[in-house]
T-cell receptor
Framework: GENVEQHPSTLSVQEGDSAVIKCTYS??????FPWYKQELGKRPQLIID?????GEKKDQRIAVTLNKTAKHFSLHITETQPEDSAVYFC??????????????FGQGTILTVHP | DGGITQSPKYLFRKEGQNVTLSCEQN?????MYWYRQDPGQGLRLIYY???????QKGDIAEGYSVSREKKESFPLTVTSAQKNPTAFYLC????????????FGNGTRLTVT
């Protein structure tokens, strides 16, 4: 089955700096890669996703890049703010039917943005 | 969250007892899922259901059971056979189409002593 590795496990940055979180996956068939943000005690919320036919996707301060050959994808947050502090999870899965919900998640990255 | 409701938020049980976690959605989604979250391990899929009266095992189904008698409801029973039941349980749903991302409920934190 799919295996997703996420690094780093913790990341501390100063407000205004950029943050990068990296994930690798094992199953070359995976073609859907979402990122979720989870605040303490709350539900994960989708912040951005990318499909394998796209190399990069941006949404304001957030961007995701995908390298299918190397089987890794990354989350980039620019101009970080204290409210970006949360746990971030990457995931991998297959597009199509109910496959959107059958995701394999990384272990999570605790991001702390210091004012 | 108004779309997916999980209850209760906190649940305490004695070892050896079965316990059922509730999940209700009003999003008219066809597919529903149960994930388990443990510290440092991300989320792992327990069971999922694509349609009423049908469900499949996920990666860690042992010690759990589910039912899907109604489209809106997908309860999860944690049985006494589950060796390490203490965890944060998240229910999710989606429309089951190519453009339908996963929506999560607020979760139930189960503690078994």
């Amino acid at each position: 089955g799919e295996n997703v590795e996420q690094h780093p496990s913790t990341l501390s940055v100063q407000e205004g700096d950029s943050a990068v979180i990296k994930c690798t996956y094992s199953d070359s068939a995976s073609n859907y890669f979402p990122w979720y943000k989870q605040e303490l005690g709350k539900r994960p919320q989708l912040i951005i996703d990318i499909r394998s036919n796209v190399g990069e996707k941006k949404d304001q301060r957030i961007a995701v890049t995908l390298n299918k050959t190397a089987k890794h994808f990354s989350l980039h947050i620019t101009e970080t703010q204290p409210e970006d502090s949360a746990v971030y999870f990457c995931a991998a899965g297959l597009v199509g039917g109910t496959s959107y919900g059958k995701l394999t998640f990384g272990q999570g990255t605790i991001l702390t943005v210091h004012p | 969250d108004g779309g997916i409701t999980q209850s209760p938020k906190y649940l305490f049980r004695k070892e050896g007892q079965n316990v059922t976690l509730s999940c209700e959605q009003n999003l008219n989604h066809d597919a529903m899922y149960w994930y388990r979250q443990d510290p440092g391990q991300g989320l792992r899929l327990i069971y999922y259901s694509q349609i009423v009266n049908d469900f499949q095992k996920g990666d860690i189904a042992e010690g759990y059971s589910v039912s899907r008698e109604k489209k809106e409801s997908f309860p999860l029973t944690v049985t006494s056979a589950q060796k390490n039941p203490t965890a944060f349980y998240l229910c999710a749903s989606n429309a089951g189409s190519d453009n339908s991302p996963l929506h999560f409920g607020n979760g139930t934190r189960l503690t078994v002593t």
